[in-house]
Each structure stands twice: as structure tokens, then as C-alpha cells.
């Protein structure tokens, strides 16, 4: 009995023993679990909710608005306008300006400046530029468009980033609905064709003037100017040379100019033998390439100082 009651006693020690250490585990206070720190930018996400992606970037074309286009007696042109972006990723690149014929040829594309919409707004723009009087006097329309960074206004194709806006030399919009037609190729010296070269003393005081017709023999648009060489005798180098006379014309057409010749030195008149006028892009320079051996062109008798015959009574 004496060992049986021990056990029972060691049994029950044990037993209070469980107990009062359970009693003192199940009575614990439970600790806050701390929120972890929000990085900025990111949002907060709800266990067992998927994270939210980040906002996808769409690119859309730009729209043109507001615009307005001056051209000064100078030949200055300013062009403003207001581009909206109504896509949601930032749009970069360049804004170009088309200058159109009247059978909707491209005269000529300019680079007018950078710009930086950003998604979402707008923003108003003032570019300037410069248009000589010989391709004005030619536009019938324009129009205004705009690339990215890494393209160029004068891409063949075209790579538009925007809707292109039409509008007239005053200014006034036009429809818009007509495709954008490529910039013209670069011009060559065998797509011009001379005629009816004359060189004479006219104006007061007298001054020699060279009447020349060129035409534009090619398939597009092609513009250059032309070139007076003197030389003492054939074959040497020239005495003087001076550009003479410009050009901008559409396929097949033709323009007759009078054009006034001014040598730096009066004495080459009297010293020069041969005279020879050349076209192409460039003028005077790089003009004997591609354009052969020039036009032969008979020097006035009164600017080499020669007695001009009279016919007898």
C-alpha cells in the first residue's frame, strides 16, 4: 500500500505539474504581428490577393490642334500648334513641316524642333523656319506631322508618330483625309535639261544677264541651281566662277529665268575665251561631275570690250 500511495502521490505531482505549466502557456498574451513597411510607389497588397502589374504604357498617335502659321516679307514662317497626347506613355521625337505642289508632290520636308508630350496632356508649341520665295510661291498646301527621336522628317517611307494636319498657305485647315506623299529624292545634275542660253549686256548702268531655260526631265520633283564658269582658253582652270540663276520644278516642267552675271574681277571678262554654264543640285560646287562638260555659252562682244559693228547707212 505504502508504494502504491507513493505512486499515486507522484502521479498527482506530476499530473499539477502538467497543469500549471499549461496554465501558464495558455495564459500568454499574444503579441501584435507589426505590418512590414510600405516601399513608396507600391501599393499595399491584401494576403491572399494577386499583386497588382504596373500601369501599362499604350503609345498613341498625337493630335494637332490650335494651329497657326505666319510668313513674314523675309521669308520667315512661324508655326504654332498644340499636340495632345492621348495615349498613356510619354511620346518624344521631331516635328516636321511638308511643303506640297499642286498635284500633291512634296517641295520639300523641314525639321521644325524636338517635342516632349506627356501622356495624357498637351502641350503648345511655337517653331520658326525659312522659306525662300521660289518654293513658296509653289505651295498650294502643308503639312504638319510629327516622327520619333529616331527617325527623320526626310524617312523614305515616312514613319508618322502623329495624325498629320493639312492646312493652306494662309493657314486655314484643310481635309486632311489625302496621304502622306514621300519627300523628294535627292536631285541630280542629268535630271535638268538647258536651252536657249544667251548672254547680254541689259539694265542701266549695262551689265551682262544670262536668259537660259531649264526643264526637269525626271520622273519627281527636282531643284538645284545653275553655274558660270570662265576660262582663258579650253582646257585650263577656270578664271571665275559664280552661281547663276535657281530652280525648284515638278516632273516635266520647265521655267525660262534672266539672271544677272557679276564677276569679282571686271578684267576676266577681257581674258576669258570659253564660257561654259552648268547645272545641279549644288550649283558652283560639284557641279562638273555628273553635268559633263557644261553648255557652251558666246561671251558679249561689249563685255570683252570689243567695237560693236554697225550696219553702214
Not at 36 to 48: H, I, L
Not at 111 to 123: F, M, P, Q, R, Y
Amino acid at each position: 500500500m505504502t508504494r502504491s500511495d507513493q505512486r499515486r502521490g507522484h502521479a498527482w505531482g506530476v499530473l499539477f505539474l502538467g497543469l500549471a505549466v499549461a496554465w501558464a502557456t495558455g495564459c500568454k498574451k499574444e503579441q501584435p504581428v507589426e505590418s512590414a513597411p510600405v516601399d513608396a510607389g507600391v501599393v499595399a497588397v491584401d494576403a491572399g490577393m494577386p499583386a497588382a502589374g504596373p500601369v501599362e504604357k499604350v503609345a498613341k498617335p498625337l493630335r494637332f490642334s490650335n494651329v497657326g502659321l505666319q510668313r513674314v516679307e523675309d521669308g520667315d514662317v512661324t508655326v504654332t500648334y498644340t499636340l495632345t497626347n492621348p495615349g498613356t506613355a510619354q511620346a518624344r521625337g521631331k516635328v516636321c513641316l511638308m511643303l506640297l505642289d499642286a498635284h500633291e508632290l512634296a517641295i520639300e520636308v523641314r525639321w521644325l524642333g524636338s517635342i516632349t508630350v506627356k501622356g495624357g496632356l498637351e502641350d503648345t508649341f511655337e517653331d520658326r523656319t525659312h522659306v525662300d520665295d521660289l518654293q513658296w510661291n509653289q505651295v498650294h498646301s502643308l503639312r504638319l506631322f510629327t516622327t520619333a527621336s529616331n527617325d527623320s522628317c526626310s524617312d523614305t517611307p515616312l514613319k508618322p508618330a502623329s495624325e498629320p494636319f493639312r492646312m493652306l498657305p494662309t493657314g486655314t485647315p484643310a481635309p486632311a483625309d489625302l496621304p502622306l506623299p514621300d519627300p523628294p529624292p535627292e536631285s541630280l545634275a542629268e535630271n535638268f535639261a538647258v536651252s536657249g542660253l544667251q548672254l547680254r549686256q541689259t539694265g542701266t548702268p549695262a551689265g551682262p544677264s544670262l536668259t537660259f531655260t531649264v526643264k526637269n526631265v525626271s520622273d519627281h520633283r527636282a531643284s538645284g541651281s545653275g553655274c558660270l564658269r570662265a576660262y582663258a582658253q579650253e582646257g585650263s582652270r577656270a578664271l571665275e566662277e559664280v552661281d547663276v540663276g535657281e530652280f525648284d520644278l515638278a516632273p516635266k516642267a520647265s521655267a525660262t529665268q534672266t539672271a544677272p552675271v557679276a564677276f569679282h574681277r571686271a578684267s576676266h571678262w577681257e581674258e576669258a575665251t570659253v564660257l561654259r554654264y552648268f547645272v545641279g543640285p549644288y550649283g558652283c560646287v560639284m557641279s562638273d561631275g555628273a553635268g559633263g562638260p557644261g553648255h557652251p555659252v558666246t561671251p558679249p562682244a561689249e563685255a570683252r570690250g570689243e567695237e560693236v559693228p554697225h550696219d553702214a547707212e
